[in-house]
């Protein structure tokens, strides 16, 4: 399995999972011109996609899904709730949109996916576990706290894409309004690089043995922080970062391969 974060901020976010034949986008944040332009560097049509995932209905990650279903004949792919508001604000999405119900397993290709809930400030919002044939991924952004529904999900998988998002020093001092800090971080909003290593603790423990940082801000974090504080957290438990866990940051525009079963960045 082969991972790819082509955006990952808040200024849009799009990632592309393929195993074997399947190839599927989680998310289509940027623009579609953007998108098609990080697939064809990969050697990639979006055509050859066997469809998209979609977390939630922010901006930042289906800015470019109007422009990809008028040109494309791509399957969207969502929770009931995501589905519902998506059918209400882009035309012609409807044609595309097959519902995955939560917390059951269904079958794209050649991957079984399961959604689950994430913790955020929209109706509905989740990650998504994918199983491949030989390996296990899981993406879980946008949660404003970890849950027990979360920590289950990603139970087992062998690589996962969380989010480290802010500092919440940077945050507080920053110059944010301060209802936006406040939605920030509330049990709704986005994790901070603390929440996010006591959650990769939890993952280092069952198993995983790749992490990406993502969705980390760029007014109140950096990642060379973001990858510090998880990494600290992960070594005064006696874990050995780069040995029994290799942990790397998502680039906001550029796109980070990571070969899940090798524990490398390609």
């Known amino acids: 399995m082969h991972i790819f974060t082509l955006a990952s901020g808040s200024a849009g976010n799009c990632t592309l999972v393929q195993d074997g034949e399947t190839s599927l986008l989680i998310d289509a944040g940027i623009s579609a011109k953007r998108i098609c332009a ?15 995932l979609i977390t939630h209905e922010h901006s930042d990650h289906i800015s470019g899904l109007a422009t990809l279903v008028k ?29 995955l119900p939560v917390g059951e397993e269904s079958r794209i290709g050649g991957i079984y996916a399961v ?37 289950e999900a990603l139970r087992g998988a062998d690589a996962a894409v969380v989010e ?4 919440v020093e940077m945050l507080k001092a920053g110059s944010y309004p301060l209802p936006l800090k406040r939605r920030i971080l509330s ?6 690089n603390d929440c996010c290593a006591a959650l990769a603790l939890e993952m280092l423990m069952h198993g ?28 005064r438990e006696g874990a050995r970062v780069g ?13 980070l391969e990571l070969c899940v079963k090798e524990d490398v960045p390609c």
């Open 208 to 235: 995983t043995k790749s992490l990406v940082l993502g969705h980390i801000s760029r007014e109140n974090n950096t990642p060379e922080l973001a990858l510090r504080t998880v990494s600290a957290a992960l070594s």
């Open 164 to 167: 480290s998002n802010h500092d």
């Open 115 to 151: 959604p689950f809930h994430t913790p955020h400030d929209t109706p509905e919002s989740v990650g998504y576990r994918l199983e491949g044939a030989n390996a296990i991924f899981g993406f879980c952004t946008d949660c404003g706290h970890v849950t027990g529904e979360m920590l």
């Open 71 to 99: 040109h494309h004949n791509i399957p969207i792919l969502a929770p009931r709730t995501v589905a519902n508001h998506l059918r209400y604000s882009i035309a012609g999405v409807d044609d595309y949109i097959t519902e």
């Open 243 to 255: 040995h029994d866990v290799r942990v790397f940051t998502a680039p906001e525009r550029e796109p």
């Open 187 to 192: 049990d709704n909003g986005h994790l901070s």
């Open 38 to 52: 990080g697939l064809n560097a990969l050697g990639v049509s979006v055509d050859e996609l066997s469809g998209i």
